[in-house]
């Protein structure tokens, strides 16, 4: 007798994780990780672009202290959570000196996270010492030794000064713009074949930036028609435009693998949260009549691009990891 | 001179020799703590090679839709094969981890150093084939390929248990020669056989395997990359688009302070409770903190009040000390 029996689903089977790279296992740690180090390195970027001008206005003035003020405590708080993320935390120098041969240090450009990692480092120092000069100027710190040290700086001259401004900016765009870059030096399809997810960070970090210091602006009694808000919605706007832009090099390449960022519930979050919201909605608002309360309006737009900002990096770290990661995994 | 493993899959009965023999040498605990979870869907029990199983052998059951029996089990087939870390050639997690834990051995094996490791995870993200794994320790774990019994003259404990010789252990050169043979043999009888790991997949694997079909169905990939294949192309994109946000910032500032022009130049005086306000702050703070000072006490003479400056950037009266610690630090000559 002949058994015939017909079965549906694929013609052979195996599990499906085997052979598959392995989830890194990024969390919030890293997600915040990502969106603070971009609102540092960019708030420093801007604020330090201003402060190379030559007659800096009192508005330029006011941007920089702030964004030198915020720089600071941001790559603290980025040091903090990348010891967080790490397996062996106590263990962080490994990251920076080689075990084997003390003190030589490692250092490895060709693998993101080492030079993440002395990316972070050095802009730190440069966002120590904008931090020290913008308490020492504004009368806060009083310590005589930092005072004399200001002293001394003081006395050089301008191209010094404005060799390591230009070198604290680019240390700066090297962290904004790097974190995207990590995600593409792995073997996952989905990220190693964004090939612009280092720029589309980077415009994500420029554009939240600028919305920061329009919130921060409107806080401290800028009016929605002051000219340094408006310069700043303007470059938001083109950051924003760049931003879409990006967006559309990472996904229309990716093709198929694009699947697990723009469908499902990551989609729906992508779409919504990321698309309309943080992109469409802001260029949207700003072309909308202000209403009885404009400042409400462009601090709803600016709250917007910063909650665009971090779904970005929510959707693009969490949607290819899922289901070995789950979305609330540290 | 490189040691490694051929795996042939051909003659690999899927007892799992290996991947006990790896357990009890390297003292690996079962998972979930002594309670192994069963997969369900094969005799495949653990699913996958990751932290404790550093051997895993696939079960993969190729079943025609259409499974009129004409003869015992016609157009069935069932394939084995022991999977194992691949110790590259080019390695990807040794390429990119940032510790130096992860090192190349005087056998030509990756070898993960646990004492220097401190869980990064770069190089669970950099393997395509998925072999390295986080443990519950906090470290990067794989296959060592038994390094200690290496360093003693012995073999590696999956090769010394495999009862059918399916993996065999020894210089790579020779297994290679070994398994161009066997390719042949097969071939003879008509199997397409072939090795995976030769030269073309990431430089050469020490670790190959002679398959019967395409790498996608042992789970694969069939073209893998170096992870830091596309990262000069990921910081190149990066350094454009900085470039670009510049431009567009310079070009909204310049068209902003142009329009500026014609407006009232102050800011908005700061909130309550910002403390002192700041003095001047800029590369070339030009006007200087005493000239502003000056300014400001020019402007109440012409308003002939004490009224608040207009501009709250200086405090107008304060002591010498006071007046020294606000001056810019950067940029500006001393008169």
Not at chain 1, 113 to 132: C, D, N, P, Y
Not at chain 2, 73 to 95: F, I, N, P, Q, T
Not at chain 2, 262 to 269: E, L, Q, S, V, Y
């Amino acid at each position: 007798m002949t058994l015939a029996l017909t079965l549906s689903g694929p013609q052979w089977t195996v599990n499906p994780g085997a052979g598959v790279p392995h989830a890194p296992g990024w969390g919030w740690y890293v997600i915040l990780y990502f969106f603070l180090g971009g609102l540092a390195g960019g708030c420093f970027a801007i604020a330090a672009a201003l402060d190379l001008r030559r007659n800096p206005a009192p508005r330029d003035r006011d941007v920089t202290r702030l964004g030198y003020l915020l720089s600071f405590p941001g790559v603290i708080g980025c040091g903090v959570l990348l010891l967080l993320d790490l397996g062996r935390p106590p263990r962080f120098w490994h990251l920076f000196i080689a075990s084997e041969r003390p003190p030589v240090p490692i250092f490895k450009y060709w693998s993101p996270i080492s030079f993440g990692a002395w990316t972070l480092t050095g802009f730190g120092l440069f966002a120590f010492v904008a931090f020290v000069r913008v308490l020492i100027e504004s009368g806060r710190l009083r310590w005589s030794p930092a005072l004399r040290a200001a002293d001394a700086v003081r006395r050089l001259p301008r191209t010094v000064a404005v060799i390591w401004t230009v070198i604290g900016i680019l240390f700066a765009l090297a962290l904004a713009g790097y974190t995207g870059v990590l995600m593409i030096g792995t073997a996952h399809p989905v990220w190693h074949n964004a090939i612009p997810l280092g720029g589309l960070f980077l415009a994500s970090s420029a554009s939240t930036s600028y919305a920061l210091l329009i919130i921060l602006l409107l806080r401290r009694g800028y009016g929605h028609r002051d000219p340094m808000v408006r310069r700043l919605s303007e470059a938001d706007r083109w950051a924003i435009a760049l931003e879409c832009l990006l967006l559309a090099l990472v996904l229309v390449p990716l093709g198929g693998l694009a699947r697990p960022l723009i469908t499902g519930a990551f989609g729906a979050l992508f779409w919504i949260g990321v698309v309309l919201a943080g992109l469409l909605l802001p260029l949207l608002l700003d072309r909308l009549r202000a209403g009885a309360d404009p400042g409400r309006r462009d601090r709803i737009r600016a709250g917007l691009v910063l909650a665009g900002g971090l779904l970005l990096r929510f959707v693009f770290i969490m949607a290819p990891q899922w289901p070995e990661v789950r979305p609330w995994h540290l | 001179m490189a040691k490694g493993f051929f795996t042939d899959t051909t003659i690999c009965i899927g007892c799992k020799a290996c991947q006990v023999a790896c357990h009890q040498w390297n003292q690996l605990p079962a998972t979930n703590g002594g309670n192994t979870e069963l997969t369900g869907n094969s005799y495949d029990n653990t699913g996958s090679l990751n932290a404790l199983d550093w051997r895993h052998v696939k079960f993969i059951e190729q079943i025609p839709e259409d499974r009129s029996q004409e003869g015992f089990l016609k157009g069935s087939r069932w394939l084995m094969m022991s999977d194992v870390c691949k110790h590259c050639v080019e390695a990807g997690c040794l390429e990119v981890c940032p510790t130096g834990a992860i090192i190349r051995t005087e056998f030509d094996s990756v070898f993960i150093q646990q004492d220097v490791c401190n869980g990064c995870r770069a190089c669970v993200s950099a393997c395509p084939f998925g072999v390295v794994d986080m443990g519950h320790d906090g470290r990067a774990h794989k296959c060592t390929l038994c390094y200690d019994r290496l360093q003693h003259g012995m073999e590696p404990a999956c090769a010394q248990a495999c009862p059918t010789d399916s993996i065999r252990f020894g210089e790579v050169s020779e297994l290679m020669v070994l398994a161009d043979r066997r390719v042949e043999e097969l071939r003879a009888q008509g199997i397409p056989a072939y090795i995976y790991g030769k030269d073309d997949i990431v430089g050469g694997l020490n670790c190959f395997f002679l398959l019967v079909d395409k790498p996608e169905v042992y789970g694969l990939p069939s073209k893998p990359e170096l992870p830091s294949k596309n990262v000069a192309a990921g910081f190149s994109v990066s350094a454009l688009t900085a470039a670009a946000l510049a431009f567009t910032g310079l070009v909204s500032f310049r068209k902003n302070r142009m329009d500026e022009m014609g407006d009232d130049g102050d800011p908005p005086a700061p909130p309550r409770g910002t403390g002192p306000a700041p003095a001047a702050i800029g590369i070339e703070a030009v006007r200087g903190t005493e000239q502003i000072a000056r300014d400001h006490v020019a402007e109440r003479k012409a308003r002939g009040s004490d009224a608040a400056p207009s501009s709250s950037y200086v405090r107008v009266e304060r002591s010498e000390q006071d007046r020294r610690r606000s001056l810019p630090i950067m940029g500006q000559r001393q008169e």
